[in-house]
């Protein structure tokens, strides 16, 4: 029976306590997308569900994508049609019914530079684009465009090259919020959910074959959790093969990473009403349009460095940077760049010695012992394919029948009866004396849970302001990613409740002191603590920027005292 899949951190030790006493039909570990999914298909399927991540919700590749939901056109050219198909039906079942609050269509241009062979090649392609999804299409179908048509909707665009353009629809989301979502719609069906519990063993039956659980270690105690389960399914990323080795097996795949960074310009950067794609040598590149902002990406190379903060270089940056000035009439410069994030994908590994970018992006499923089920590969689009695939493989040989996967018809949290909350957000503006461009930020990123997010600031007013100048982003949107979002850092709220460590050119290190105060007040934190908390988000932010050749400003420097007690009097 579904409840209301709160994920509230200061309910962590009972729920670590249920973690410990539950024997669970499924425990899956890793809590992206494709594990939330897998959380979310088991749990509405009736059954026991465990879930543990090793640090937060979506805090690998999962909060550090394009934040496109696509078919991939370039996989046509790969002749990858399954794929491409799957990730289009996909696409508009999630703009459609299953998260139409998260899931936006947005349009995107594909300059052309020669007059007579690239429009028919490229019109073509999409023209099979368009063709491939049966479903009812909820995004326009592309359309060519002359010289003319093509810089009055995207001016930054160089004239002297372009021999016309396509423009086509695909969508886009805020990653790590979906995947968050995709949590707590899975904790709303009873999936017992735990962040910062990291696996340090699977455990065997006596006789060393079947996988009966997983010993995990709780980061913010050190507690040690023995988690009794029927299956266990790795839905753990580029930590895949660590999480193999804990059991001493050898899969039928190995996962291969593959670096993606993107880069975030202001929106007066480049002149255009869409997003543009540009073919590059290796892949292609996007300008995705973000809010007041655009991002700009990305890269794909080999990464054998550590996995829980890869970091974007100066190279990195150069080469997104040259790749977009050679369609932009105004190049962007590095003074142009007030974000940066770099992210690893999970690539199987078919041939050793293969670039990243011919690997391919359709997914995995392997059993190597009985009881345990891994994935790999695979797209953020086609996440719910992939759980559900992994989930029908982990229950294959189940001692009873299990109902079918249903996730193709539950919508996630706040999607039911989005339409009327849409057109109440005058009345909620005006119930919480709040401007209407803020109910509507709101409404876009929490959908028909909007009023519980606003309802934290009638029994406190500060809430209500925002939380840094510039962004739409408030207070309260703090409170609520610890009462209801599982948030336990400043970092969990700053890189992905709130995306201020990218879309601000101080990364969000004005905000930290605000949030820690409100964080710490719901928590319990003493001064110490608070301090402690911006101070290690503070090191995070500049140890990012440096990384990347210190391009995105000067960060503010730590002054723990004043800060911290102006912040806490103001949320107090």
């Known amino acids: 029976m579904a409840t209301n899949g709160r994920l509230d951190a200061r309910d962590r030790a009972a729920v670590l306590d249920r973690l410990a006493r539950t024997e669970f039909d499924v425990l899956v570990i890793g809590g992206g997308v494709t594990g939330a999914g897998a959380a979310l298909d088991a749990a509405s399927r009736g059954l026991r569900v465990g879930l543990v991540e090793a640090r937060d919700l979506a805090s690998g590749t999962s909060s550090r994508s394009s934040k496109l939901i696509h078919g991939g056109l370039r996989y046509l050219e790969q002749l990858d049609f399954k794929l491409v198909s799957e990730a289009l039906r996909e696409r508009d079942l999630l703009i459609s019914r299953i998260a139409p609050h998260l899931v936006k269509p947005v349009s995107f241009l594909y300059p052309l530079h020669r007059k007579v062979l690239e429009r028919p090649y490229v019109g073509a392609g999409l023209v099979l684009y368009d063709a491939m999804n049966v479903t009812k299409k909820q995004v326009p179908f592309h359309r060519h465009m002359t010289v003319h048509g093509a810089l009055r909707l995207a001016p930054a665009l160089k004239a002297s090259s372009?021999?016309?353009?396509?423009?086509?629809?695909?969508?886009?989301?805020?990653?790590?919020?979906?995947?968050?979502?995709?949590?707590?719609?899975?904790?709303?069906?009873?999936?017992?959910?735990?962040?910062?519990?990291?696996?340090?063993?699977?455990?065997?039956?006596?006789t060393g074959g079947h996988v009966t659980g997983a010993r995990v270690t709780d980061e913010e105690t050190s507690r040690d959790i023995g988690v009794s389960a029927r299956r266990v399914i790795v839905c753990a990323g580029v930590w895949t093969d660590q999480i193999h080795d804990l059991a001493g097996v050898r899969a039928g795949y190995q996962v291969r990473m593959s670096k993606g960074v993107h880069v975030v310009v202001p929106r007066e950067a480049i002149r255009s009403d869409t997003g543009i794609i540009i073919r590059t040598q290796k892949s292609v590149l996007f300008i995705i349009p973000w809010g007041q902002r655009w991002i700009v990406g990305t890269t794909d190379t080999d990464w054998t460095?550590?996995?829980?903060?890869?970091?974007?270089?100066?190279?990195d940056i150069d080469y997104i940077l040259a790749q977009a000035n050679r369609v932009l009439v105004r190049p962007l410069t590095r003074s142009d760049v007030i974000g940066v994030y770099a992210g690893l994908r999970p690539l199987v590994a078919a041939d050793e010695s293969a670039p990243t970018t011919k690997l391919s992006r359709e997914h995995v499923v392997d059993q190597p012992l009985p009881g345990l089920v891994s994935i790999a590969g695979g797209k953020f689009t086609t996440y719910r394919i992939m759980a559900r695939d992994a989930l029908d493989t982990a229950l294959a040989d189940y001692d009873r029948?299990?109902?079918?996967?249903?996730?193709?018809?539950?919508?996630?949290?706040?999607?039911?009866?989005l339409a009327a909350a849409t057109a109440e957000a005058g009345r909620l503006a005006e119930d919480y004396g709040l401007p209407l461009t803020a109910a509507e930020h709101l409404l876009d990123r929490y959908g028909t849970l909007t009023e519980e997010v606003l309802e934290l600031t009638q029994t406190d007013p500060a809430l209500a302001r925002p939380l840094a100048d510039g962004f739409p982003y408030l207070g309260a949107e703090v409170a609520y990613a610890v009462t209801h979002e599982g948030a336990l850092h400043v970092a969990d709220v700053l890189s992905r409740?709130?995306?201020?460590?990218?879309?601000?050119?101080?990364?969000?290190?004005?905000?930290?002191?605000?949030?820690?105060?409100?964080?710490?007040?719901?928590?319990?934190?003493?001064?110490?603590?608070?301090?402690?908390?911006?101070?290690?988000?503070?090191?995070?932010?500049?140890?990012?920027?440096?990384?990347?050749?210190?391009?995105?400003?000067?960060?503010?420097?730590?002054?723990?005292?004043?800060?911290?007690?102006?912040a806490s009097e103001a949320h107090s």
Do not use: C, K, N
């Not at 969508?171 to 979502?181: G, K």
């Not at 460095?305 to 190279?315: C, K, L, S």
């Open 162 to 206: 372009l021999a016309g353009a396509l423009l086509y629809y695909d969508a886009q989301t805020d990653d790590a919020r979906f995947a968050i979502t995709v949590a707590r719609t899975a904790a709303a069906h009873g999936a017992v959910i735990t962040t910062r519990t990291r696996v340090v063993q699977l455990l065997r039956d006596p």
């Open 305 to 315: 460095g550590g996995r829980e903060e890869p970091t974007a270089t100066g190279e």
């Open 497 to 566: 409740r709130i995306r201020l460590s990218f879309e601000a050119s101080d990364r969000g290190t004005s905000a930290a002191a605000a949030v820690s105060a409100i964080m710490g007040d719901l928590l319990g934190w003493d001064s110490a603590t608070r301090i402690a908390e911006r101070e290690s988000y503070l090191d995070f932010a500049r140890t990012a920027a440096r990384a990347a050749g210190d391009l995105t400003g000067e960060l503010q420097e730590f002054q723990p005292a004043e800060p911290i007690q102006r």
């Open 401 to 417: 029948p299990i109902p079918a996967s249903v996730t193709d018809r539950l919508p996630l949290l706040g999607a039911e009866g």
